[in-house]
């Protein structure tokens, strides 16, 4: 098995579907899930409105937590969890070094916040995340009663807020959170694609360092 990181789960419009989000993956076949954020290809209508300085205010502080998740190695997605105008937690994607599936930024950012609240319930919050939640995610919302969802980027591969799915828009469901989409996309975005073109560019040249290595004549042989 290997290690891969959902990657994310954004699209790259540079070069298509590629790299797996795993540091180490070298081989395509790790990475399924590479897409990348896409320009607008889904039919999200979840955020006609313009943008508020407040919205921009705490996903700037949710793209300071995706920094955290490069810095690891990990993923570049963060979250923020906002009550009131507080900032109650925050989280960084980070599920190759938890070793942990739901290790994602939200669902950090949602442990967090329940655990410093003492209530698994979030009621009034507001969660902004750099990246269109997950069905995982999704869910999670759900049950801590999250009053209002701000992402940044869509995510063609599993976006469940209108782009593969719309969990929030299933009014069976007993709790409705607000969606708001879009917000910083192309900064949320980019970060993401920069993240995967590096990755492959250090891929790339592994490979050819290792090809030189295998091809290189063995001149410190004893005579
Ligand atoms: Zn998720």
Redesign the pocket.
């Known amino acids: 098995m290997s290690v891969v990181p959902?990657e994310p789960h954004v699209a790259d419009t540079s070069e298509g579907p590629g790299a797996c989000a795993s540091p180490n993956a070298s081989d395509a076949s790790d990475t399924p899930n590479e897409a990348a954020p896409s320009a607008a290809s889904h039919a999200f209508t979840g955020n006609p409105e313009p943008v508020s300085e407040r919205d921009l205010h705490f996903m700037t502080l949710a793209l300071a937590a995706a920094d955290e998740a490069r810095a690891a190695g990990e993923v570049p997605v963060g979250a923020v969890l906002v009550c009131g105008d507080e900032v109650i937690a925050t989280g960084f994607n980070h599920p190759i070094g938890a070793h942990d599936p739901?290790a994602?930024?939200?669902?950090v950012a949602l442990r967090a916040a329940a655990a410093s609240q003492r209530n698994y319930r979030l009621p009034g919050c507001e969660l902004y995340v750099t990246l269109e939640?997950?069905?995982?995610?999704?869910g999670a919302i759900m049950h801590a009663r999250i009053a209002r969802v701000v992402f940044g980027a869509r995510d063609p591969k599993?976006g469940?807020c209108g782009s593969v799915v719309d969990a929030f828009a299933n009014t069976q469901l007993n709790h409705h959170t607000t969606v708001t989409g879009g917000v910083l996309e192309h900064a949320c975005g980019d970060a993401l694609r920069s993240f995967f073109a590096e990755r492959r560019r250090a891929s790339r040249e592994a490979r050819a360092a290792a090809a030189a290595t295998a091809q290189a004549p063995h001149t410190d042989l004893p005579s």
């Open positions: 959902d739901s994602h930024a939200e669902m939640p997950c069905l995982m995610c999704a599993t469940a």
